[in-house]
């Protein structure tokens, strides 16, 4: 096999982010060498256990992620605005917005809202840690390997190019050589795994690790949203896993489930990805809505509006999002009764959804609001989504469906609720529980700025797109020349780049808070408006989380804790604490499967059987792992305890 | 996380990590039940698309199947003692209860390996059509999960020998306890709607 069979060549974009990989590599690596950091690295972040440097993990592969979807994005626009240009050839632009869709769905948007709930869930419930920290670990690196295997491919082997839902026939074998389909397959699987690990994790953690006295509804919102979106992952990705891994059989040892030949159907694939692909909305959804309520709760120094209804909505809304799944596929003949029953069924959803628009809406009314970066998001969340939302039920309408779909109506329709939905929410979460995670605010004043530009941004670039959806361009097409759609497209353009320019500001202040703002003396950093108990931990959080647990028997406990001048901590009640110990078994069982992923998406069965036979003995070394941890003494945590708390 | 231990209750359940991973354990069989499901909603759809390949009613045969079925079903059975030897504190009745269960599965496997190779013999591979793409991955998978139930409880026999009954080890044996009777159940719905249905049709 020559090197050119396996490397991407011919496009001078291409060998640009080869060169800058290199660069950014040598660059990584030079600077752990020169600061001797490499022991650091291992010791205190491959091997951690720790919920809370897991979910910082998390964030920050995903901010990268974000990058990455980003520039495929702005890279699609450059195009669309100037298509005579020739800036890509159709085959680049496939690849591109293959890579993008799926890359901001499976390894942005979801590892950021699993990143958050890693590091606040278990704080307010009160817990220490996660019920498995080792399989968190798992989850982790499974998400990281899988992601990092997808990125690849737009330098080794040639990026998927069918979209990121992938249909058969066109993502088959037949029409679909080489490894880039590949790509798309076994790095949704790897990651997928971690996934559904976590599901279970938190569902077990939140079932089973409350404090003393918290009942399910006395949980805050954001724990809640947490809960539900774990039961529709455990209950969607199992189909996502046989979907993905039947179309590997298909590719790579030639069974007809999709094929045209055997009498297979193309169409089931359809239906497999979106019973996945339709919870999974909600699965980005959901833990969004539980972040806006918490961040609105707080700067409207108000408890929660309609806190039942609140959970009940989520609960019917997920149960909703699996009867929904063919409202993706209305045009592609289900017939007039299968469209009625979907079509209803998916207005449905816009029932719960104003129930919880109406709830925050409730909360803000007569409260004294303050404006913070994170409150702003928020705020601007609430008409964007509604836009949003209301075109959805327009699409839900089959009939009408037939004109708005495979149109960029459709295009504007879900980026603005992904992105006023998730993306707003992933910031404004960052945001909020920022000082939490690194003892430090980020700057509000950088903080508005990146607000206002990704916020105008993002209404300039996609509002117009309804518009050049209800004039008929479609989506998917890399040449768009006709002259009624060039203005709409470039304003849509620059909106892109406003977005682009706001995230970079994002990233920045991240930067600029590290170095500059001030450190976080108290836990509560909101100017003590924090209502639950993540805010009565101390800044910096000791690794065990609660030195006590405290007893809770109400919604906001941490509300009356400070009216009654208590905290968490009871120097009398102090009893040595069990930790799991870190462990690199987790990231080295992730790299033996990811090596294995590789070598299936190359054919080379030697490669895929070296990794998964390294795979098994480092799960059979696990099974042999009687490592039950060690105990934190009372000495320990009264001296961590009373530094923090300067007593 | 504590570590304080009950007085009372079955051995497995009496710490708190042994709870969550037993909770854990069935949540993640809720996980397997849609996965499953998925593999049976294929099948189904698939049903008569042979293409050019036999068609089932062709080749089932129903002595092998029962066999099988007779075979997975003693082994739940002798899993199931297997436990109650372990709620009454034998190692040793564990143990020998528990090599019989993976006897019995390892028979059924290669009565399965066996009708596979036949079916391959007869023109029906996982390749020839999309109806026998969805039997081989179907049966293949629940194979595949009963040969990993194999080498995990031979792993947990391994175990048990070192360290005799502990919170751990019994909560382990639990578990693929819980995931061997889990196995019979997806049999007992392969039997009807593959097989019984396959060779009525």
């Known amino acids: ?647 | 996380m504590s570590a304080e231990e009950l007085k009372t209750g079955p051995l497995e359940y009496r710490t708190k990590e042994g709870q969550m991973s037993i909770l854990g354990f069935w949540i993640f069989l809720g996980a397997e039940v849609v996965l499953f499901a998925t593999l049976f909603a294929t099948y189904a759809v698939l049903f008569g698309r042979t293409a050019d390949a036999p068609h089932p009613g062709e080749l089932f045969e129903a002595g092998t199947v029962l066999i099988m079925t007779f075979l997975l079903l003693t082994s739940s059975f002798t899993c199931g003692l297997a436990i109650h030897e372990m709620r009454r504190g034998s190692v040793k009745g564990l143990t020998i209860w528990m090599i019989i269960t993976l006897a019995l599965g390892l028979g059924f496997l290669g009565f399965e390996i066996y009708e596979f190779v036949h079916y391959a013999h007869e023109g029906a591979t996982i390749q020839s059509s999309a109806f026998w793409s969805s039997f081989f991955v179907l049966a293949g998978t629940h194979g595949l999960h009963v040969t990993l139930g194999i080498g995990w409880a031979t792993l947990l026999l391994i175990q048990i020998a070192r360290r005799g009954l502990t919170n751990v080890t019994s909560r382990k044996f639990f578990i693929i306890s819980l995931y061997w009777h889990f196995l019979d159940v997806i049999w007992i719905f392969i039997l009807t709607s593959v097989y019984l249905i396959g060779m009525v049709i």
């Open chain 1, 1 to 647: 096999m020559h090197i050119t069979d396996i490397l991407v060549t011919g496009e001078p974009i291409i060998y640009a982010a080869m060169v800058s990989i290199a660069l950014v590599s040598i660059a990584i690596l030079f600077l752990l060498t020169y600061f001797k950091k490499w022991g650091w690295l291992w010791r205190e972040w491959l091997t951690t256990v720790d919920h809370k440097k897991i979910g910082i993990m998390y964030i920050l592969s995903a901010l990268a992620m974000l990058f990455r979807g980003g520039m495929d994005a702005m890279m699609m626009r450059v195009q669309l605005a100037f298509p005579d240009l020739g800036f890509l050839d159709s085959q680049h632009y496939n690849e591109i917005f293959t890579t993008h869709g799926t890359i901001m769905i499976i390894f942005m948007a979801m590892p950021f809202l699993i990143g958050l709930m890693n590091i606040i869930v278990p704080l307010q419930i009160g817990a220490r840690d996660f019920a498995f920290p080792y399989v968190n670990a798992l989850s982790f690196w499974s998400f990281f390997f899988g992601a990092m295997l997808f990125n690849v491919s737009f330098i080794i082997g040639g990026s998927p190019d069918a979209g990121w839902t992938s249909y058969t026939p066109l993502s088959g074998a037949a029409m679909s050589e080489g490894p880039g389909q590949n790509f798309y397959l076994m790095g949704l699987q790897l990651s997928g795994i971690g996934t559904l690990a976590t599901g279970i994790n938190l569902m077990v953690t939140i079932l089973k690790m409350r404090a003393p006295g918290m009942k399910l509804f006395h949980m805050p919102i954001f724990t809640w949203s947490t809960l539900v979106t774990c039961f529709i992952i455990v209950f969607a990705f199992p189909i996502l896993t046989v979907a993905l891994a039947l179309l590997t059989i298909d590719r790579i040892f030639g069974a007809q489930f999709f094929t045209l030949t055997g009498e297979g159907l193309p169409m089931m694939w359809a239906n497999l990805f979106w019973m996945w692909g339709h919870p999974e909305v909600y699965i980005v959804i959901l833990p969004a809505f539980g972040i806006f309520s918490e961040i609105i709760a707080t700067f409207a120094k108000k408890r929660l509006f309609g806190y039942n209804a609140m959970v009940w909505s989520m609960i019917i809304i997920a149960l909703l999002s699996f009867l929904v799944w063919v409202h993706h596929f209305f045009t592609m003949g289900a017939g007039a009764f299968v469209n009625s029953v979907f079509s209803v069924s998916t207005m449905l959803i816009a029932v719960p959804t104003g129930v919880k628009i109406f709830n925050w809406l409730a909360t803000l009314y007569k409260s004294k609001i303050e404006f913070s970066v994170a409150m702003m998001w928020a705020l601007a969340f609430i008409p964007s989504f509604i836009l949003g939302g209301v075109t959805g039920v327009m699409l839900g309408m089959a009939a009408a469906d037939y004109q708005f779909h495979n149109s960029y109506f459709l295009v504007a329709h879900f980026h603005y609720v992904l992105i006023a939905g998730t993306v707003f929410a992933c910031f404004a979460g960052l945001v909020y529980w920022y000082p939490k995670m690194f003892g430090h605010k980020m700057n509000e004043r950088i903080g508005k700025w990146a607000f206002w530009l990704f916020f105008f941004g993002f209404h300039v670039c996609f509002f117009p797109q309804y518009f050049l959806g209800l004039d008929g361009m479609p989506r998917r097409l890399f040449i768009t020349n006709i002259v009624e759609w060039l203005p709409l497209n470039i304003i849509s353009t620059v909106g892109a780049f406003g977005m682009g320019l706001g995230f970079a500001v994002f990233v920045f202040n991240i930067y600029y808070s590290f170095r500059n703002s001030e450190r976080e003396e108290t836990g509560d950093s909101w100017n003590g408006n924090g209502r639950t108990l993540e805010w009565a931990t101390t800044t910096p959080i000791p690794y065990y989380n609660f030195a006590t647990v405290p007893y809770v028997d109400e919604i906001d406990p941490y509300v009356r804790m400070k009216e009654e001048g208590k905290t968490t901590y009871d120097e009398s009640k102090l009893e040595p604490i069990h930790m799991p110990s870190y462990t690199g078994a987790p990231f080295i069982m992730m790299a033996f499967l990811a090596l294995g992923s590789f070598g299936l998406i190359f054919e080379w069965m030697i490669v895929a059987i070296a990794g998964l036979i390294g795979g098994v003995i480092m799960m059979i070394l696990r099974s042999f792992d009687y490592d039950e941890g060690y105990h934190v003494e009372v000495d320990e945590i009264k001296r961590i305890e009373r530094k923090a708390r300067g007593l």
